[in-house]
């Protein structure tokens, strides 16, 4: 069975459009392809739903469910990619068959999770109520709108809120999925994985980066030499001064270009390496805490046991317990 059983719950399988497709694509490519290399046993994916529409939709596409949606009560995790048009402006509901599964999956202690615009069948099913969530920045509105009762936040990439989580549009999805293998097998393999997979294995910041202002800018390549400098120096001080100067820049254009380009300030974001370097050699080097705390560049144990608290809500001894195991 892997390290667990991941079911995609797709609404349509015979109308699926483009966008679902690349969200059910991206589900595929994390948890359904082998990635033994990694971890073996990996995970197994179910893919399911109503039987197809011969027809397909307009771009010629039909998805194939392996199973219906009754098997999703007993999948370990549920992802439901976006939904048509017409169930987020309510023209018609989402099919109750589906939000039936979701609520019994639920029930059974399943972690479900939606990418895109998938947030709105979680909503249909009661699942989001007190929860915060986001969804893409351009439907939030009207999810706020139509579920008063869900706290909605349209600043952040994905949000999890117990075991049930959501993420904004298209790409956020792949920070989810990526999220979800973190929390199950540790920041290296994940990382690992990224790897494989050409992406990067954290972005920090939000989904506010990308909606349109008159005061935003293009997010900057041109500060990735600068940010793969500061990546091979974690384990030495580094300033924003530092990172100011190896991009060429004054210490306020950085700060201005790095939070327009990532969402964080420049000492969020070797933060937050520094956090992921930290991880990484928990999980895969006998290192002490001092000597992690060293080469991550967090100076003490005490200052890595503070971060993790803070930003992981463990201690780095219990990340280590819990996935060096896991190579």
Do not use: K
């Amino acid at each position: 069975m892997g390290v667990g059983t991941v079911a995609v719950a797709v609404v349509e399988p015979g109308s699926v459009s483009m966008w679902d497709t690349y969200e059910v694509g991206m589900a595929c490519a994390v948890f359904g392809v082998d990635h033994s290399d990694l971890v073996d046993p990996w995970y197994e994916l179910w893919l399911c739903g109503p039987e197809p529409d011969a027809s397909g939709n307009a771009a010629g596409l039909v998805l194939h469910p392996d199973h219906g949606l009754d098997a999703v009560a007993a999948a370990d995790t549920v992802i439901v990619p976006g939904v048509p048009e017409e169930c987020m402006d309510g023209t018609r509901e989402v099919p109750p068959e589906l939000t039936t599964a979701l609520v019994r999956a639920h029930r059974a202690g399943a972690r479900i999770a939606s990418l895109c615009n998938g947030a709105f069948a979680l909503a249909a099913a009661g699942l989001l109520d007190g929860r915060r969530a986001t969804a893409h920045w351009v439907h939030v509105p009207l999810l706020a709108q139509r579920y008063p009762e869900i706290e909605v936040d349209d600043s952040v990439l994905y949000v999890e809120d117990g075991t049930v989580l959501t993420s904004a549009g298209l790409s956020a999805g792949m920070d989810l999925c990526l999220h979800l293998v973190r929390l199950d097998l540790g920041a290296h393999v994940a990382n690992e994985l990224a790897r494989h997979l050409v992406m990067p294995p954290h972005r920090p910041g939000g989904q506010a980066q990308f909606v349109p202002s008159p005061m935003a800018e293009p997010r900057d390549s041109s500060l990735t030499p600068a940010l793969q400098w500061a990546l091979r120096r974690l384990h030495e001080p580094i300033t924003v001064a530092d990172l100011a100067r190896q991009a060429g820049l004054s210490v306020r254009t950085l700060h201005r270009r790095l939070r327009d380009t990532t969402g964080s300030t420049p000492l969020q974001w070797l933060l937050t390496q520094r956090i992921a370097r930290a991880q990484s050699l928990l999980e895969t080097t006998r290192l002490s805490v001092e000597q992690v705390a060293q080469r991550s560049g967090l100076g003490t144990g005490n200052t890595l046991r503070y971060q993790f608290a803070r930003h992981v809500g463990v201690s780095p001894t219990e990340h280590r317990r819990a996935f060096q195991g896991t190579r």
